[in-house]
């Protein structure tokens, strides 16, 4: 089993918008995003339960980012609207087995991709 694979990030204004995605190997009981900011712990940002479609998503974000999946694909998104500067973050993609980081919280058995860099400037 193998790591997910994030691409997206990069330089965006405050208020623009980005679109992360990360690439699986198979579906997962879960998938979802974290991301770290510089001398920050990681945070929850959203997760997709891959069977049904069900989402969901850290208060900070809610109706600004829009967590999908292609099935045929194996690929979640992070669609990412009306960004701001506090939105500065490493974004890391979480598959999970046991679909505890639905509700935020991981387990020894959540695999990590590298992350990618998402830098919006005021």
């Known amino acids: 089993q193998v790591q997910p694979v994030e691409s997206g990030g990069g330089l965006v204004q405050a208020g623009g918008s980005l679109r992360l995605s990360c690439a699986t190997s198979v579906s997962w009981t879960a998938v979802g995003w974290f991301r770290q900011a510089p001398g920050k712990e990681r945070e929850f940002v959203a997760a997709?339960?891959?069977?049904?479609?069900?989402?969901y998503y850290a208060d900070s974000v809610k109706g600004r980012f829009t967590i999908s999946r292609d099935n045929a694909k194996n690929t979640v998104y992070l669609q990412m609207n009306s960004l701001k500067p506090e939105d500065t973050a490493g974004y890391i993609c979480?598959?999970?087995?046991?679909?505890?980081?639905?509700?935020?919280?991981?387990?020894?058995?959540?695999?990590w991709g590298q992350g990618t860099e998402v830098t919006v400037s005021s």
């Open positions: 979480a598959t999970d087995p046991r679909g505890t980081i639905l509700d935020g919280t991981t387990n020894p058995d959540v695999r």
């Open positions: 997709i339960r891959w069977s049904v479609g069900r989402t």
